[in-house]
């Protein structure tokens, strides 16, 4: 990698590994659950990576591992040249300070008994690298950018509306000026129109405060118009990883397909030309992953190699990387 392309990157995280361990029964061998199994992804300064993939897939614990907020079995995250996993404190204080998180839930994760200034201040005052006169103005300077008005910054929490909530989460994020906010499933429990508004001021601040974003989600439509890059993640693997022109266009994994095939199009034709494929059945036991594709007794074109051995994330087209036994370098979807 050259010296320009290692200073365009904010985020590298590679071979990233947590696993839970599991109660024993008995006497039985110790068995760990892996949730994040040798992921491996990087994302350039001001753009946005969409981690997408359905409930249990490992999106969060990827997430929580890359902050800190759970611990990595295994991996480096290198955050702005600096393995993040291994600072520690002055060091770490600050790096802390560059990375931010958004959660799905805004109600739970506001602290009920503080006016809405005192939340968005607050990350201001545990730093404490500005001088606290200055604080209020920062504060009221986010009210604004995030679209409050100012009387607002006296009430409480449940005093808002959820996509309120939610405004006051982005400005809280925002207090301690991060490089990399990471939003774990943001507009999830809003309503549709509120939904857009969220991701359009998401995308409004990311130009403003350039800003780099990890954005989670279940739901490929939510990221279509949101995302660069996309890495489709089942049972703790990427299985997918492209652009998003790519992605969206010319999906190689059965499952990515699978998922796409259930997001509403607005273009007529894709629409009429996309059938609605269906995954049978429950992902397998994640404490006992079977010895081959973890997908395969869900794949509409399983074989039976599919079920000898794991199929490796390579790279098959320019920064298209997919896992697949039935994808070759000559790209082509096996649906
Ligand atoms: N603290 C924990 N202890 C044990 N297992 C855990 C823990 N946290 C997560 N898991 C398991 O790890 C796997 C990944 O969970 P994770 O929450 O990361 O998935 P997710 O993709 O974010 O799902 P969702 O869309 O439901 O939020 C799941 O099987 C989950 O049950
Ligand atoms: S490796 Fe086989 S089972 Fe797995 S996704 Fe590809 S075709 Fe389906
Ligand atoms: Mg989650």
């Known amino acids: 990698m050259s010296k320009q392309e290692q200073a365009d990157l904010l985020l590298k995280v590679d071979h990233l590994t947590v696993r839970f361990a599991m109660k024993r029964s008995g006497w039985g061998k110790k068995s760990y659950l892996y949730a994040v199994d040798d992921v491996s992804f990087e994302i350039k300064r001001g753009e946005t990576l969409a ?6 897939s490992g999106k969060t614990t990827t997430a929580l591992a890359v902050a800190r907020l759970v611990h990595a079995h295994e991996g480096i995250v290198d955050l702005d040249g600096k393995n993040f996993l291994e600072l520690q404190g002055e060091a770490l204080r600050k790096a802390r300070a560059k990375l931010q998180f958004i959660f799905q839930d805004p109600y739970s994760s506001l602290n009920p008994r503080l006016r809405a200034e005192a939340v968005v201040r607050e990350p201001l005052d545990s730093l404490d690298a500005v001088p606290v006169a200055e604080r209020q ?61 969220i991701l359009n001021l998401l995308r409004r601040l990311q130009g403003e405060f350039n800003l780099t974003y990890l954005f989670i989600s279940h739901d490929l439509g939510v990221v279509q118009h949101m995302c660069d890059s996309v890495a489709v993640m089942y049972m703790g693997k990427i299985v997918e990883h492209a652009d998003r022109m790519s992605l969206f266009t010319k999906p190689l994994h059965p499952y990515t397909s699978a998922l796409l095939s259930a997001v509403p199009s607005v273009d007529k034709k894709r629409r009429e030309a996309t059938k609605r494929i269906l995954i049978p059945g429950d992902p397998p036991d994640p404490v006992n992953p079977p010895k081959g594709c973890r997908f395969a007794n869900r794949c509409p074109v399983a074989q039976p190699q599919c079920s000898q051995s794991e199929p490796e994330l390579s790279e098959v087209a320019a920064g298209h990387k997919v896992a697949c036994h039935l994808v070759d370098e000559k790209a082509i979807s096996p649906l």
Do not use: K, M, N, Y
Request: aromatic share 4%; with cysteine.
């Open 51 to 56: 981690i997408v993939g359905e409930s249990g």
């Open 137 to 197: 103005a920062i504060v009221d300077r986010l009210f604004t950018a995030v679209g409050l008005r100012p009387e607002q910054q006296r009430l409480f929490p449940h005093q808002f509306s959820g996509g309120q909530r939610q405004r006051i989460g982005i400005a809280r994020a925002l207090a301690t000026q991060p490089e990399l906010i990471i939003c774990d499933e943001p507009v999830s429990a809003l309503d549709v129109a509120v939904q857009a508004q």
